[in-house]
Structure formats: C-alpha cells, structure tokens
C-alpha cells in the first residue's frame, strides 16, 4: 500500500517535523508513506469571500496536479465523516483489499480545500469539529495512519 499526505504550504515548525519523521520512519517496513508539499498562495492577510474562494481554487490546482489520477483520495475537511481510528484502519485494509492501494488524504492551506480538490476526493474525512492548524493536522494524520496499519496487522501499539 502507498499512503501520501498532499498538503499546502512548507511545514515550518522543527518539532513537527521531527514528529512526522520519526512516524515515517515507524510505517517504513508496512507501507509506502510519503508527504506532497505545495506552495500556499500568497495572499493578503484579510479577504473577500471571492478572493478565498480564489486562493483555495489555485492551492487546489497545484494539490491536484501532483495526484495520480488512479489515487483514492481522501479530503480533510471540516464537513466530512468522523472516523475512529477502527474505522480509518478499516478503510485503509479495504482500500487495499478491493480498490485502490494508493491513497492520498488532502490538507489544504489555512483557507481550507478549493471546490476543485473537493469534487475529486472519493471521500471527505473529519477530524472533529475544531479547526486545528493545518500543519498540526499533517502530524496528527501520520499518527493515526501508523496507528491504522497496527490495528490491522493486530499489533499492540493501538489502546
């Protein structure tokens, strides 16, 4: 199985990148993990409703372009379904089973996801109804992904 995370922007902050390095470093013998980073759009601190609607549109361009188009893809968004980590486990051991074993769960800029990325994902995945930082949620993911492939091989890092 091939797992990606496409996200926008750089991650700055060290301590997630270490985060997210040593979670990487843990999936290396299960699975194909890696993260896609794309340029945020630079854009003024305050905008109209048009204009956000504009930046996400073109962050979703660049986010799209670097998904393959056989990717199973997986949108973060606000509105989607919550998942437990049974149930991402689940879907991942189904995904892999009976459709597409690569997938590609999306994080979009501090505006969120352009209707573009949101058209194309099969399915839409909710954290919960808090925003939380969209470089924080890169972290978090890679958590619950490492922790789904335990769930599934039976191992007992998941309690």
């Known amino acids: 199985m091939h797992v990606q995370i496409a996200a926008v922007g750089k991650l700055k902050e060290k301590y997630l990148a270490d985060g997210i390095a040593e979670y990487a470093k843990r999936l290396k013998p299960y699975i194909k993990f890696d993260v896609i980073e794309v340029p945020d759009e630079k854009a003024p601190e305050t905008m109209s409703a048009a204009e956000e609607a504009q930046v996400r549109e073109r962050e ?3 986010l799209l372009a670097q998904i393959k188009p ?5 949108a973060l968004a606000i509105g ?3 998942w437990s980590s049974e149930d991402l486990a689940a879907q991942l051991d189904k995904l892999g089973t009976y459709g597409s074993s690569h997938v590609v769960f999306v994080i979009g800029g501090s505006n969120g996801l352009g209707e573009n990325v949101l058209k194309r994902a099969q399915q839409k995945l909710s954290f919960g109804r808090m925003t939380l930082p969209h470089q924080l949620m890169r972290l978090v993911l890679t958590e619950q992904v490492y922790r789904a492939v335990k769930i599934n091989r039976g191992e007992p890092y998941h309690k």
């Open 70 to 74: 056989d990717a199973h893809v997986v």
């Open 60 to 62: 979703g361009e660049r």
């Open 80 to 82: 989607g379904q919550l």
